[in-house]
């Protein structure tokens, strides 16, 4: 099958290609650098020729309430546009308990493109993952104060992006589900926990100090972690880490 990839030359995109390509597929990436811009439409009718599935896995480049809506609902758009042409399967990228976040600008952008997939008459699957373990250490670096990492105790089941690529590369080859499946790492920590860990394993004279009010996930509801029905990935934090 061809499969274009929006974003795949990002972190998840890039790794989705390759297991893809592993699996006898012509995968494509599909972003700025390779000339297609899903936000003016530029270069998508190219890409998409011939194409039997695309995944998005694209990102907003802004955490801002206006900029990400802008991003996700006019990208959405311009690809259903395009994939009207013949794409038969829509896999599209989103976040464990989007719907459940009230007032943060960035998720209601993202549930903003989960309707949009509904109502595009492509048949679809959404995955939604949680947070990816690479994100741990940005987070910490934008919530830090001198010696300080200051962190809430939101909880997390974070997940290694590798899982994640894993889980959108094999929606991209099945048959569309129509509906969403959830995946998370296999451990619940809370995010001043998941620093300790960080700084336990790669010590560089910051302490975690537990601040509610503090950094992006302050005041999140206890929803990020998923349910019963999350399919829990293997890959423990502090393994992970130390590999990498």
């Not at 998941?194 to 302050?218: M, N, Q, S």
Request: glycine residues 10%; charged residues 20%.
């Amino acid at each position: 099958m061809k499969i274009v990839v929006v974003g795949g030359t990002g972190l998840i995109g890039s790794q989705v290609c390759a297991l893809l390509r592993e699996g006898g597929h012509e995968a494509v990436p599909a972003a700025p650098s390779t000339g297609v811009d899903t936000l003016t439409g530029e270069g998508l009718a190219a890409a998409l020729k011939g194409a039997d599935v695309v995944v998005d896995v694209s990102n907003s480049p802004s955490f801002d309430t206006e900029p990400a809506l802008d991003f996700f609902t006019r990208s959405a758009r311009n690809l259903f546009a395009a994939e009207k042409a013949g794409v038969r399967h829509h896999v599209a990228l989103s976040i464990v308990g989007v719907d459940e976040v009230p007032g943060y600008g960035y998720y209601e952008a993202k549930v903003a493109q989960e309707n949009a997939v509904r109502g595009s008459g492509v048949p679809y699957s959404i995955v939604r993952a949680a947070q990816f373990f690479e994100f741990v250490a940005p987070v910490m670096d934008m919530s830090t104060e001198g010696t300080e990492v200051r962190l809430p105790s939101t909880r997390l089941r974070p997940i290694a992006s590798a899982d994640v690529a894993a889980a959108v590369a094999e929606a991209a080859q099945g048959e569309p589900s129509n509906g969403i499946r959830t995946i998370a790492g296999p451990e619940v920590h809370g995010l001043d926990r998941l620093g300790e860990i960080t700084l336990a394993v790669k010590p560089d004279g910051r302490t975690v100090v537990t601040d509610e009010r503090a950094g992006l996930f302050a005041g999140m509801p206890d929803v990020l972690t998923g349910d019963d029905r999350t399919h829990l990935a293997t890959t423990r934090y502090e393994e992970w880490l130390r590999r990498n």
